[in-house]
T-cell receptor, first 114, second 111 residues
Framework: EAGVTQFPSHSVIEKGQTVTLRCDPISGHDNLYWYRRVMGKEIKFLLHFVKESKQDESGMPNNRFLAERTGGTYSTLKVQPAELEDSGVYFC????????????FGEGSRLTVL | KQEVTQIPAALSVPEGENLVLNCSFTDSAIYNLQWFRQDPGKGLTSLLLIQSSQREQTSGRLNASLDKSSGRSTLYIAASQPGDSATYLCAVSFRPYKYIFGTGTRLKVLA
């Protein structure tokens, strides 16, 4: 069974540019999460999808970040325009259901904004 | 404010030692607690999940315990090996679906 896959693994862009990160969850997992780790800090929650619906986006830093999950399958996280402080590793995780609880993470997408 | 703290931040031990990693959290009303391992430049690998009704979980040389009343979980690693070297992360869900992570313990097991 394929795990959670993320693309790209590393992206280097200049301030002001746009980047789109993609996550493919484990097949059949309705719950999809985005997390972020910036340098030296703990991993922090960004948002949570159940199927195609956003359940909780309280962790999104500001309106430069837009997440979508069309059709309830893969998800994208767009940063537009990117700022220096957006640099970090963006992790995607999927989960089958709340009573199973276990999160499965992807390898992460490292974003460097110059 | 709900927080998760991990102590120590870093640990270096000789191969073969049994060791304990600690995770503390500020609110006893949790749903789940999950321990992860992260290798450099890699994603998070789930090690053990403890649901709120459970007291411990075991997998191979790993044992995780949960004491909600004291706001603590410990990860016990028996007979440590160099391959155990990684960062160990504790994540607690205080609400369904939303996990808060600790900053992790960087473990180095010396051959």
């Amino acid at each position: 069974e394929a795990g959670v896959t993320q693309f790209p693994s590393h992206s280097v862009i200049e301030k002001g540019q746009t980047v789109t990160l993609r996550c493919d969850p484990i097949s059949g997992h309705d719950n999809l999460y985005w997390y972020r780790r910036v340098m030296g800090k703990e991993i922090k929650f960004l948002l949570h999808f159940v199927k195609e619906s956003k359940q909780d986006e309280s962790g999104m830093p500001n309106n430069r970040f837009l997440a979508e999950r069309t059709g309830g399958t893969y998800s994208t996280l767009k940063v537009q325009p990117a700022e220096l402080e957006d640099s970090g590793v963006y992790f995607c995780a999927s989960q089958g259901g709340w009573n199973t609880g276990e999160l499965f993470f992807g390898e992460g997408s490292r974003l460097t904004v110059l | 404010k709900q927080e998760v703290t991990q102590i120590p931040a870093a640990l270096s031990v000789p191969e073969g030692e049994n060791l304990v990693l600690n995770c503390s959290f500020t609110d006893s009303a949790i749903y789940n607690l999950q321990w992860f391992r992260q290798d450099p430049g890699k994603g998070l690998t789930s090690l053990l999940l403890i649901q709120s009704s459970q007291r411990e979980q075991t997998s191979g040389r790993l044992n995780a315990s949960l004491d909600k009343s004291s706001g603590r979980s410990t990860l016990y690693i028996a007979a440590s090996q160099p391959g155990d070297s990684a960062t160990y992360l504790c994540a607690v869900s205080f609400r369904p679906y939303k996990y808060i992570f600790g900053t992790g313990t960087r473990l180095k097991v010396l051959a």
